[in-house]
Nanobody, 122 residues
Framework: QVQLVESGGGLVQAGGSLRLSCAASVTFFTMNAMGWYRQAPGQQRELVAVIISGGGSRNYADFVKGRFTISRDNAKNTVILQMNSLKPEDTAVYYC???????????????WGQGTQVTVSS
């Protein structure tokens, strides 16, 4: 059973910073991508940032470029989202996800964390 454990959410004033962390409970046989989505009330889940394995490229949604930074600690199976210059519209539940194969016998699948609430007050 794979678990993605998120931490670091909370309440912050506009202009402040938060650091989200997501740790995978297993070491994946292959990991194609690791990153973050978010979902605000009444809205669809949307991509925030992702690290593509292999080349290590980082992709960001336009609305976070220049403010958020995604990084990865391979030794700890962890992905970090540093969020600076937060805005009230960043308020959402943030979900960690991994796309990969747990063992050589598994198909590629997508795994999700439980989500962590980020609230930015004006």
């Amino acid at each position: 059973q794979v678990q993605l454990v998120e931490s670091g959410g909370g309440l912050v004033q506009a202009g402040g910073s938060l650091r989200l962390s997501c740790a995978a409970s297993v070491t994946f046989f292959t990991m194609n991508a690791m990153g973050w989505y978010r979902q605000a009330p009444g809205q669809q889940r949307e991509l925030v940032a992702v690290i593509i394995s292999g080349g290590g490229s980082r992709n960001y949604a336009d609305f976070v470029k220049g403010r958020f930074t995604i990084s990865r600690d391979n030794a700890k199976n962890t992905v970090i989202l540093q969020m600076n210059s937060l805005k009230p519209e960043d308020t959402a539940v943030y979900y960690c996800y991994v796309r990969g194969r747990i063992t050589s016998r598994d198909n590629t699948a997508q795994y999700w964390g439980q989500g962590t609430q980020v609230t930015v007050s004006s």
